[in-house]
C-alpha cells in the first residue's frame, strides 16, 4: 500500500471498526429484563397469568418509577433500562415483585412467581 492510498484506506478501515463495536453492543449503555407472570394455581402449581396486567420497573434504591407497561393475559413483559438495581412489580397483586439488576449490553430473563395471585383489596 503506499503512502498516498493509506490516507484513503486508513480513515475507512477505522471508520469500519468504529461501526462494528457499535452494532455489536460494545458501546451500549442499556440492558434489558423480560420475563413472565406466573400465578399460583392450587391445582396445577405456577401458570401464566390469566389476565392483563401492568407491571412497573422501579428504581430499587429509591422506589421511583422507570418504566410501565400493559402486558396481555398470559404474555410476558420486557422494559430496556440503564445498568441498575431496579424491582418489576406487577401493579395490583399481593407478593408480586422481584428484584432484578440491569448490565449495559445484556438481557436478563426473570420470570415473576405470585403468590397468593389474589388483587390488593381496596
Known sequence: VRADEFCIIGPLLAAGLFSAL?????GSQTGSVEGSILARSPVAGFQPLGFSSTVDLQARSNGRLVKSER??????FHFT???GNYKVV???????????V?????????NIRCSPAGPLAG
Open 22 to 26: 457499535l452494532l455489536t453492543g460494545c
Open 71 to 76: 402486558v396481555s393475559p398470559r404474555k410476558g
Open 81 to 83: 433500562a440503564p445498568p
Open 90 to 100: 406487577v401493579v395490583g397483586l399481593r407478593k408480586c415483585a422481584k428484584d432484578v
Open 102 to 110: 440491569v448490565k449495559s449490553g445484556q438481557s436478563l430473563t426473570s
